[in-house]
C-alpha cells in the first residue's frame, strides 16, 4: 500500500478551504446591478416628489404622474433588453481597437473580466450611469412639476438641492436604508452608485426634462404663466392686478416658443421667458423709454428713495394708466415737456426707486450661510453624508463641548465690542461727514450715481445711453447691440434699472435677460407688421371690388316698399 506524502505547503486554491465563496452566473451579475441601479434611482424619485408635496406645497398630483414618466423613459433606454449586457461588454472590449488582444487571467476572484482585463461589473455600471445619470431624477421629478402645471422652475430645484432640502446629494442614505449596502453580486457600494459628483446647472436641468419628454414621446404644455408671473410680481412688490392683465393678453397674442422646454442648452430659459413679457408689460404702461426719469429723481428732493422704500407698494395704484386702454395711448410725455409730465414721472420714480431697492435686497443666500451652526448641520447632513464621526469616546465628546462653549462665548463677546465699536465709529463718521459737508465736494451726488451706474453696465457688457432730449416720436423704444469684440448693448438707465431688477428676480444673467427681451420684441413687432399687412390687404380687396365701387353704386333713393299694413 502507497502512502502519500505531501509537501508539507497546505492548500493553495479556497476551494481546498472548508468555507468556499460561491460562483454566480453570468446573467446574476448583470441583473443585480441593473435592478439595483433602477430601484435606486426609483427610490430617489420618490424621495424627492415626496419633499415637493411635503416641503414646497406642490400638488400631491405630481405622485401620481411621476410613477408612468419613469418607467416609460426607461423603458426607452431599452437597458431592460436581453442584449443589453453583451453590447455593453462589447462596447468596452471595442474602443481598444488596434491593440493586440490577450487572455487575461483573473485577479477578482469569480468575476467576470472582458478581454483586456477590465472588471465586467463596473463596465456595467457605467453604462448604466451613462444611459440613466443621476440627475435624471431631478429631471423627471421637474418634469412632473411641470405636467402637473407647478410654477416651479428649474432654478427652484436646483437651489433646493444645493440647501439639501430636496434628495439628492444624500438620498443615498436613505437608498441604503432600503436595498443595503451591497450585495454579493453587485460589490459596488450605494454611496458610490449614487452619490452625484457636482450639482447640474438650470439650464441643463430643463434640457434634459425636454430630452425625457421626447424620449417618451410626450406632447408638453407650456409653462404656467400665470402662476409663475404672479410669483414675480409678489418678488418684485408690484400690484398683480395693475400688470397681470395686460401681461396675460401679451402672453395669449404672441404665444412665444420660448415657454415650451427644449433641449438645446442654447435656447432660453423659460423663466426669462416669462420676466421679459413682465418688462416689456411694465414698459408699456409706465412708458421706460430713454426719458432720464432715473436721472431727474437724483435731483428731485422731493422723490428720494428712502421716503419711497418706507411707502407701502400700493402707491403705485393711483398711476392713470389703464391696462384696458390701447397700447399706443399708454406712453409718457418726455422728461422736459410741460403737459401732464409730473404726475406720472413721479408715478415712474416710485417703480424705478422700488426696484433699485428690491436690487440689493433680492441677493439669494442659502440658508447655511446665515450662520456657523447652520453651516456646520449642513456639512453634517449633506457635505459629509454617510460618514461616520470618529468621536466615540466620551473625552472627545466632552471636548468638543468645550470647545463649542468656548465659541459662543467668545461670539458674545465680540458682539458686545463691535456694538461699543460700531457707537463711536459712528460718532467719528457723523463728525466727518459734517466735515465733508462743510468742504466743497469736487463730485455732485448725481454724478456720483450715474458714474457707479455706468461701472455696473460695463460689468455685464452694457453701454449707458444719456436721456433723449429732442424727441420726435414717443412710441416704444426699441434696442439694438453693436459688435465691438464681443456684443455691447447700448441702453438707457430707466430700462437697465429694470431690467437688471427682473433679472435678478428671474436667476439669469442680466445679458440673457435682455437677449430675451429683444427676441419678445422682435416677435411682437413682426406680428404687428403682419397685422397690418393683412389688414391692408382686405382694405385692398375691397377697393377692387366692383360692387363696392362708387360709381357703379347709384342712388336710389328711398326704398319704394311698402311697409304699411
Request: aromatic share 10%.
Amino acid at each position: 500500500m502507497e502512502v502519500v506524502v505531501g509537501d508539507g505547503v497546505g492548500p493553495t486554491e479556497p476551494s481546498d478551504f472548508g468555507s468556499s465563496q460561491k460562483n454566480f452566473s453570468y446573467d446574476e451579475y448583470y441583473s443585480e446591478i441593473r435592478s439595483r441601479y433602477l430601484t435606486g434611482l426609483q427610490v430617489m424619485v420618490q424621495l424627492q416628489c415626496q419633499a415637493l408635496v411635503e416641503k414646497f406645497n406642490v400638488s400631491p398630483v405630481i405622485i401620481g404622474l411621476v410613477g408612468p414618466l419613469w418607467l416609460r423613459f426607461v423603458a426607452s433606454t431599452r437597458i431592460t433588453a436581453d442584449e443589453w449586457a453583451d453590447q455593453a461588454v462589447h462596447d468596452s472590449e471595442a474602443h481598444t481597437q488596434g491593440e493586440e488582444e490577450f487572455n487575461a487571467v483573473s485577479t477578482y476572484g469569480p468575476e467576470p473580466v472582458n478581454i483586456h482585463g477590465k472588471r465586467v461589473v463596473y463596465v456595467w455600471y457605467k453604462s448604466l450611469r451613462r444611459t440613466i445619470p443621476v440627475s435624471c431624477s431631478l429631471a423627471i421629478s421637474f418634469l412632473a412639476c411641470h405636467v402637473a402645471r407647478e410654477a416651479i422652475t428649474p432654478s427652484d430645484m436646483l437651489n433646493w438641492t444645493l440647501e439639501g432640502k430636496l434628495p439628492y446629494f444624500a438620498a443615498f442614505v436613505e437608498i441604503e436604508k432600503q436595498i443595503g449596502s451591497h450585495s454579493e453580486t453587485c460589490p459596488i457600494r450605494v454611496s458610490r452608485m449614487f452619490r452625484p459628483i457636482k450639482p447640474i446647472s438650470s439650464q441643463k436641468l430643463e434640457s434634459m426634462a425636454a430630452d425625457v419628454a421626447q424620449k417618451i414621446c410626450l406632447q408638453l404644455p407650456p409653462v404656467n404663466f400665470y402662476a409663475i408671473a404672479s410669483r414675480y410680481f409678489r418678488q418684485l412688490s408690484l400690484p398683480i392686478g395693475k400688470f397681470l392683465p395686460l401681461a396675460c393678453r401679451i402672453c395669449e397674442w404672441s404665444t412665444p416658443p420660448e415657454l415650451y422646454l427644449s433641449a438645446s442648452d442654447l435656447r432660453i430659459p423659460t423663466r426669462a421667458c416669462v420676466m421679459s413679457i413682465l418688462i416689456v408689460t411694465i414698459r408699456v404702461l409706465y412708458g421706460i423709454n430713454g426719458y432720464g426719469i432715473w436721472e431727474s429723481s437724483l435731483s428731485n428732493p422731493n422723490c428720494s428713495s428712502s421716503r419711497v422704500k418706507n411707502e407701502d407698494t400700493e402707491s403705485l395704484s393711483h398711476v392713470n394708466t389703464n391696462v384696458d386702454e390701447d397700447l399706443s395711448s399708454t406712453n409718457f410725455e418726455p422728461s422736459d415737456s410741460k403737459s401732464d409730465v409730473p404726475d406720472s414721472k413721479l408715478n415712474v420714480m416710485e417703480l424705478l426707486h422700488i426696484l433699485e431697492a428690491k436690487y440689493s435686497e433680492l441677493d439669494y443666500m442659502h440658508e447655511y450661510s446665515s450662520d456657523l451652526l447652520s453651516y456646520l448641520q449642513y456639512c453634517k447632513d449633506v457635505v459629509f453624508s454617510g460618514l461616520q464621526s470618529s468621536n466615540e469616546g466620551p473625552e472627545e465628546k466632552e471636548l468638543l463641548e468645550e470647545f463649542w462653549d468656548f465659541y459662543q462665548n467668545n461670539k458674545a463677546a465680540e458682539t458686545s465690542d463691535n456694538q461699543s465699536t460700531c457707537s463711536t465709529s459712528q460718532c467719528s463718521d457723523r463728525d466727518q461727514d459734517s466735515a465733508r459737508e462743510n468742504r466743497p465736494s469736487k463730485e455732485c451726488p448725481k454724478d456720483k450715481a450715474i458714474k457707479q451706474l455706468k461701472l455696473d453696465m460695463e460689468d455685464n457688457k452694457f453701454c449707458y445711453i444719456p436721456p433723449r432730449t429732442k424727441v420726435k416720436r414717443k412710441d416704444y423704444l426699441h434696442y439694438a447691440r453693436r459688435r465691438e469684440d464681443v456684443y455691447i448693448y447700448a441702453v438707457h438707465a430707466d430700462y437697465y434699472i429694470l431690467l437688471r431688477s427682473c433679472a435678478k428676480v428671474a436667476q439669469v444673467e442680466t445679458r440673457i435677460m435682455h437677449i430675451a427681451v429683444l427676441t419678445l420684441e422682435r416677435r411682437l413687432q413682426w406680428l404687428e407688421k403682419r397685422a397690418d399687412s393683412s389688414l391692408q390687404m382686405k382694405l385692398n380687396l375691397n377697393d377692387a371690388c366692383g360692387f363696392c365701387n362708387n360709381d357703379s353704386v347709384q342712388d336710389t333713393g328711398d326704398d319704394p316698399m311698402d311697409l304699411s299694413i
